[in-house]
């Protein structure tokens, strides 16, 4: 990774798809309305930085470090979150689409989705400890060996989990979302 630092920058209305952004690590930086779609991060540091209305569908994270990153109102369309460095790994998301992406195994404990569609996200052998999908569209997603303790399901819809291939232990569903949790036994339920 390149030498260069950039601290407390905004970029706006920037098309990043081709040229990408110079490597380095950037802090407390924020973009809006930026597009990063198929861009090369790899390698570049994110720390304690703001990601708003960008669009980064389909860009290469391979090595790239996400700490304390927010990214609100962003397209994250096939991202393959698992190939970002896994050191401090810590982001949130607010209102975003991350349809087909891929956490596959890592750690994302105390990570919070508000109002984000996750359809068919991989969310296989990851760790959610702690975390809250509050009103987020589960359609699809895939929960397998997952550990799941402690995570708020309660506002989360479209989900299926089987208890008994994840770790749920105290995790917290609604009423109403008890059929997600049930679908494997082909059970009937009316409200």
Known sequence: ?????????????????????????????????C??????????????????????SLSKTVGTAFQDVLFKNCKLLGMHFEECNPFLLSMNFEKCQLNLSSFYQLKLKKTMFRDCSLHEVDFVETDLSNSNFDNCDLLGAMFDNSILEKVDFRSAYNYSINPEANRVKKAKFSHEGLAGLLGKYDLVIER
């Open 35 to 56: 597009v990063f779609t198929h861009a090369l991060l790899a390698g570049i540091k994110f720390s304690s930085c703001t990601f708003e209305n960008c669009d980064l």
């Open 1 to 33: 990774m390149s030498d260069q630092f950039f601290e407390e920058q905004i970029y706006k209305g920037v098309d990043l798809s081709k040229s990408g952004l110079p490597s380095g690590k950037y802090e407390e930086c924020t973009f809006v309305n």
